[in-house]
């Protein structure tokens, strides 16, 4: 049974940093790609990053290219989102999946809220 548990969400101000964490089980996790998606009110799902399984490749939305940065840790099971110089639009509850483009797995985590607000 597939597992996916988002945390690290909070609020911040606009040009904090947060570090999401979303751990994984139920699955090698080591043979699938890992993205990180979020989603505001009113508005779609959309995928803000990820990363390959077996050379760590990454692809950014433009809207985040160059502020966050995914990463993995196979040995923990793991994979991380670190978000820097954060916008009020990023705003929204964030959710990772197996997958480097498109999710996997059809039962998403709970996700975490990040709020940026001053």
């Known amino acids: 049974q597939v597992h996916l548990v988002e945390s690290g969400g909070a609020l911040v101000q606009p040009g904090g940093s947060l570090r999401l964490s979303c751990a994984a089980s139920?699955?090698?996790?080591?043979?699938?790609?890992m993205s990180w998606y979020r989603q505001a009110p009113g508005k779609e799902r959309e995928l803000v990053a990820g990363i390959t399984n077996a050379r760590g490749i990454t692809n950014y939305a433009d809207s985040v290219k160059g502020r966050f940065t995914i990463s993995k840790d196979n040995a923990k099971n793991t994979v991380y989102l670190q978000m820097n110089s954060l916008k009020p639009e990023d705003t929204a509850v964030y959710y990772c999946?197996?997958?480097?483009?498109?999710?996997?797995?059809?039962?998403w985590g709970q996700g975490t809220q990040v709020t940026v607000s001053s």
């Open positions: 999946n197996a997958g480097f483009k498109s999710p996997i797995w059809g039962d």
């Open positions: 139920g699955f090698t996790f080591s043979n699938y790609g």
